[in-house]
């Protein structure tokens, strides 16, 4: 949650106020499995579902046919040690209805071309490490020969 504070108002010129909306909007990957059609987000506590449609349609001008929200309960945990509780923030979560024509997909960060370059990367430390390990037993029968020395 936002905490700015603006100025109160007074009567003359100029004003000494900039407006800086406390709205935002989170795109979260659901828990549960959601028709193509739907999409969740994480927003702000102060929002509306009215808030999240217009948000929606006129800045990133996507049609929304139904919003729901709900509250989501943060988790709460007990300290072993000192025995205190200590209680997570609570979060409003939306569900932002599509029309049926529209799907949504969620973004893949790690395509499957990363994963084989990894793949690859690995196996290259692997090869490394054994040249190095073949390396320092070539000198291994010889002990006093500096490690830089070698046939």
């Known amino acids: 949650m936002s905490t700015r504070w603006y100025p109160i108002y007074q009567r003359g010129n100029p004003q000494l106020r900039v407006f800086l909306p ?16 739907v999409v969740q987000f994480a927003c702000s506590m102060e929002m509306t579902r009215h808030d999240v449609k217009n948000y929606l349609e006129k800045i990133y001008k996507i ?22 509780v200590t209680k997570e923030e609570d979060t409003k979560l939306a569900y932002v209805t599509l029309p049926n024509t529209m799907k949504f997909d969620f ?15 690995k196996k290259s430390l692997d090869d490394a490490k054994k040249n190095h390990k073949k390396f320092l037993d070539k000198n291994k029968d010889r002990p006093g020969t500096p490690g830089w020395f070698s046939i």
Do not use: C, H
Request: no cysteine.
């Open 22 to 37: 406390n709205f935002w909007l989170k795109l979260v990957r659901p828990e549960q499995k959601q028709p193509p059609n």
């Open 63 to 84: 049609p929304v046919v139904n919003v729901r929200t709900r509250i989501a309960m943060g988790n709460t945990k007990r300290d072993m040690v000192l025995g205190y």
């Open 107 to 121: 973004p893949d960060i790690f395509p499957s071309d990363a994963k084989k370059k990894i793949e690859e990367d």
